[in-house]
Structures are given as C-alpha cells and as structure tokens.
C-alpha cells in the first residue's frame, strides 16, 4: 500500500496566479481532507471531501477551493495566489470516521 | 472546539522515558484525545488515542486523568527517531472526522544522545 501521496512535492507560483494540488488517498479511503500548514505552526483545517462534496469548512476564503473524484482522489485549487499563502499543504484520508493518515504534503512558496 | 494546552518545547535522553503533557480543561464527554506527531519534513503521523481509560500501543501510552482534564503520552525509551512536533488533540465523535480541528503548536521534543 502506497499510502496517501500527493504531487507535486515542490511548487514556486507568484502572486494572482492560480495553482492546482492532488492527492490520492490511501487505498480503500474514501474521505480527503486537506490542511495548510504555515512555518512554525500546527496544520489548519480547509475542508473535507466525502462522495465529492465538500462535507465541513474551515476559516479560509472562497479563493481555496477542491473536488473529490469518484475513485476518491483529490484537489485543493487556489485562486489569485497572495505572498501569506506560501505554506505546506497536507492531505489526509481517512474512512468516514476514521483515523487520520497524512501524506508528505506540498510545499508551496508564492513570491 | 475544546483546546488543548501543551508545552513549547522539550528535551530527553535517549533511551529515557519520556512524559508528554497536554491539558484540556474544557473537554466535553464526546471528545476523545488524540496524539499525533509530526518528523521533520513529513506529514503528521497518528500515535495514539483514547476516551476514559489508558491506552498502550507499540509506539506509545496514553495515561487520561481521571477527571479527563489533562492526559500524558509517554514514550517508554526514547530514539533518536523520536525526535519530532508531538501535538494532543481533541475530536468530537458526534461531528465524525476532524472537521474544524486546529491542531495548535504542539511540543518540539528534541532526543539527546
């Protein structure tokens, strides 16, 4: 079992571009959910995904938006990208309630 | 969301047992306690978690207290690979998943040769 992977691994953007991230879960899971993680802090809740709705929100603006895919793979867009948006960017599986497992996570660096 | 209080920072010899804190006075009777903890430059890994009684698993314990306002995570001989952000959180049954969970800072737990 491959885990739960996400791509890319790194990403540079520049400020109002927009940036697309992927997860796909750990086998057999079918709930996604995804975290922002800023240097020297604890991972931030964005949302959670389960039969490709988004279930519960965290407090982060409409410019962070995903989808689930039917085979429960996942993405985390980001609109308009702002320098305070550089962060590690988690997603975990889990079954509907369920623990947690989390991938390595994408780093992603806005100048 | 009920928060939890832990320390910043903390150190240990290797192959020393290890008492984690973590204080949640305002936890409510759905909420159990879990321990994640995250190593450099990977994502959190679950450790151990619990609602009333101790619990053991090969990586770790949990001792609750019994008024389950604090709980400890001790680690019985500490690696150097155990060196990583420990965070205690709280997840409420009735909401399912961790929906609006904010993990907090944590404790650093740095493992002295």
């Known amino acids: 079992d491959a885990g739960v992977t996400q791509s890319p691994t790194h990403l540079i953007k520049t400020r109002g571009q927009q940036v697309t991230l992927r997860c796909s879960p750990k086998?057999?899971?079918?709930?996604v959910s995804w975290y922002q993680q800023a240097l020297g802090q604890g991972p931030q809740f964005i949302f959670q995904?389960?039969?490709?709705?988004?279930?519960q929100r965290g407090n982060f603006p409409d410019r962070f938006s995903g989808h689930q895919f039917p085979n429960y793979s996942s993405e985390l867009n980001v609109n308009a990208l702002l320098l305070g948006d550089s962060a590690l960017y988690l997603c975990?599986?889990?079954?509907?309630?369920?623990?947690?497992?989390f991938g390595p996570g994408t780093r992603l660096t806005v100048l | 969301d009920a928060k939890t209080t832990q320390p910043n920072s903390m150190e240990s010899n290797e192959e020393e047992p290890v008492h984690l804190p973590c204080n949640h006075s305002?936890?409510?009777?759905?909420?159990?306690i879990h321990w994640y903890r995250q190593l450099p430059s990977q994502g959190p890994e679950y450790v151990i978690h619990?609602?009333?009684s101790n619990v053991n698993n090969r990586m770790a314990s949990l001792a609750i207290a019994e008024d389950r306002k604090s709980s400890t995570l001790i680690l019985h001989r500490a690696t150097l690979r155990d060196a990583a952000v420990y965070y205690c959180?709280?997840?409420?049954?009735?909401?399912?998943?961790?929906?609006?969970?904010?993990f907090g800072t944590g404790t650093k737990l740095q493992v002295i040769p």
């Open positions: 975990a599986s889990s079954l509907e309630r369920g623990e947690q497992f």
């Open positions: 086998s057999g899971h079918d709930t």
């Open positions: 995904y389960y039969e490709e709705e988004e279930r």
């Open positions: 305002t936890i409510s009777g759905t909420d159990y």
């Open positions: 619990g609602l009333t």
């Open positions: 959180i709280l997840r409420d049954v009735r909401s399912g998943g961790y929906q609006k969970v904010t």
